[in-house]
């Protein structure tokens, strides 16, 4: 029979006594056992690294259950404060950051110290005692079709790096599929015949079949038989025929935005424009969600935020009520 301390001890466990350092490598282990996407276990990796440098930094090192809602908010205003962060080289580490970044990094840490609590590793979440920072949510703008145009006529050559860099952006706006989506495809995934692809993406290795256009068809068949390197199975690879990594995609968006001199280009720009051309040409909001890989419908109805007068002027001509009755 237990006694009455015993049962105290079972129901309240003593706290850990774990310092920071050891227990996000934890999380980032756990995060991996329930097997999350690796850009979620990048992204949180980043976070924390970053948040561990500012505690170390400040010589405030404490352990998990002794951090307050107060030290929380004291590296929430660095974030937003400090002209030079993590003494980072980069240029968005040299200037504050943005309310957008300090909410992402609210909700990172929100989520590593409850999983901690629900851990018995600390007694309280002290990110549920601060109010979360108050975004702006920005319209999403879509790219010009002479904006399309002027990046696809960056690779009209006939070498590889060409062929194969006009296929990914054509992907990319005729899928609206992110880019680790893009870069674990693999020669497999791809269906000549119905011109649909099986993307792979989040927790739990979740599937879904996308189509491409004819246009999109005939440059995978001219990359795959004439241009593809290597013995990978990654449909794309790079000039040695190793697997093209997320990074060296990133790097290719950021250099033709400058060559074209348009800011803002990068692969979720690319995707936002796919979701609203989708729209504008009359495809429903219920497609959408399942061709985005989107788990809620209110990730895409932003979308239809986007959309402006002119595309509700357009959108009633064809459907106004009193003339289809």
Known sequence: MKTEANKNLTLNPPQSTCNLKSV????????????????TIHHYEGALRRYLFFCESCGDLKNPQDITPEDIRQFLWYLTSEPVRFNGSSPTARKPATINTAENYYRTLHTFFNWLQRENL???????????????????????????????????????????NRLILMMFLDTGMRVSELTNLMIPDVDMQRGSILVRHGKGNKQRLVRIGSKTQKALWQYT????????????????????????IKLMMNRLGKRVHLEGIHCHRLR??????????????????????????????????????????????????????
């Not at 996000?24 to 850009?39: M, P, Q, T, V």
């Open 122 to 164: 600390i007694p309280d979440n002290p990110v549920s005692h601060i109010k979360k920072p108050k975004v702006q949510k920005k319209v999403i703008e879509a790219l010009k079709p002479e904006e399309v145009k002027a990046l696809l006529d960056q690779f009209n050559g006939k070498t590889f790096i060409d062929v194969r």
């Open 272 to 325: 936002h424009t796919f979701a609203i051309s989708f729209l504008r040409a009359g495809g429903d909001v219920f497609s959408l969600q399942y061709l985005l890989g989107h788990s809620t419908l209110s990730m895409t109805q932003r979308y239809l935020q986007s959309l402006n007068a002119d595309d509700a002027f357009k959108a009633h001509k064809r459907f106004s009520p009193m003339d289809n009755f």
């Open 24 to 39: 996000i490598r934890g999380y980032i282990l756990n995060c991996r056992c329930e097997g999350k996407s690796e850009a």
């Open 225 to 248: 038989s004439l241009y593809r390197r290597g013995d990978s199975n990654r449909l794309f690879t790079d000039a040695s025929g190793k697997p093209l990594k997320r990074n060296a």
